[in-house]
């Protein structure tokens, strides 16, 4: 609602979603040709340390080469889902023309094969758990995990633990008195037949489809307000040690591989399964909802 009423005010599109296609590499060599020839409009750098360059293109020739690239390929909305659907209802709402700005979505399309792209997890923290009983008919390893004692960033390093073991792997880390980590190793022959093959081995769908049903979760968990999530390994494990959760999970990172692979006909991954880096950044570009296409 907020995002609609911000577009009903503004009339301007300010963020894009981001798109990542299947291209094997070429629109990366596209923009390295152009870019190398040009200087860039605008150089900013996030608060991450992420340089973001703005170059213009406006060489119909060359325009007409990145759609003909891009029209034949698959691609996937990586971020921005809200956003996209907010501009598609406004769109219907103000009955926008094709070819008028408010018709279209502002979007920013990288490459699946980009050499920077990195796909985080974004990890899971449980107001409630249940204990591991309860997880007594799931096929998995446990291995339990200790801290160095010199560790100045134990959540970080379990995440990173995480990222190393064997997969698809699982962190918990167990609140109390004394708070316990393991990571677990599972079974991905255990998730139900609808989960396609190409997503079966993803621990962040082992764990919406097997894990959280054998914890008593309903398939809204993800959604309610019962799983909170954590991008920060940090954070989540202050959380633990503070006894504010019940439970942290830690998941592994995804490769562009995995992800494409994964929703290659169409599927979708459980909520909140990627967090994809760089960050797209807003508001260096904006589209006026009144303008024409070209």
């Known amino acids: 609602a907020d995002r609609l009423d911000l577009l009903r005010t503004t009339r301007v599109d300010l963020e894009p979603a981001l798109l990542l296609a299947d291209d094997a590499g070429a629109l990366d060599r596209l923009l390295a040709e152009d870019v190398a020839g040009s200087a860039p409009l605008i150089v900013h750098t996030d608060a991450d340390g992420h340089r973001h360059a703005l170059h213009r293109l406006d060489d119909p020739q060359r325009i007409r080469r990145y759609r003909e690239l891009l029209d034949p390929l698959p691609a996937a909305i990586a971020d921005g889902h809200h956003r996209y659907k907010t501009g598609l209802l406004y769109s219907r709402e103000i009955a926008a023309r094709p070819g008028d700005a408010a018709a279209a979505k502002l979007a920013v399309v990288t490459s699946l094969q980009a050499e920077h792209l990195t796909i985080d997890p974004i990890h899971r923290a449980l107001k409630a758990f249940p204990g591991l009983e309860a997880l007594s008919s799931v096929a998995l390893r446990r291995s339990p ?25 699982l962190g918990l880390w167990v609140s109390g008195a004394r708070p316990t980590a393991e990571i677990w190793t599972l079974d991905r022959n255990q998730v139900p037949a609808h989960v396609p093959a190409s997503a079966a081995g993803l621990s962040v769908v082992l764990l919406q489809e097997v894990v959280y049903p054998r914890l008593g979760f309903a398939s809204s968990a993800a959604t309610d307000g019962t799983v909170i999530y954590r991008s920060d390994p940090a954070e989540l494990h202050r959380m633990v040690v503070a006894g504010e959760i019940a439970a942290g999970l830690w998941l592994p990172p995804m490769t562009p591989i995995e992800f494409g692979a994964a929703i290659a006909h169409g599927d979708l991954l459980p909520p909140k399964s990627t967090r994809f880096l760089p960050k797209v950044f807003s508001g260096l570009v904006w589209a006026q909802h009144d303008a024409r296409l070209g």
Not at 145 to 169: K, L, M, R, Y
């Open 145 to 169: 995990w200790q801290a160095a004692a010199d560790s100045i960033d134990p959540g970080g390093d379990f995440a990173h633990a995480v990222a190393a073991a064997p997969q698809p792997a």
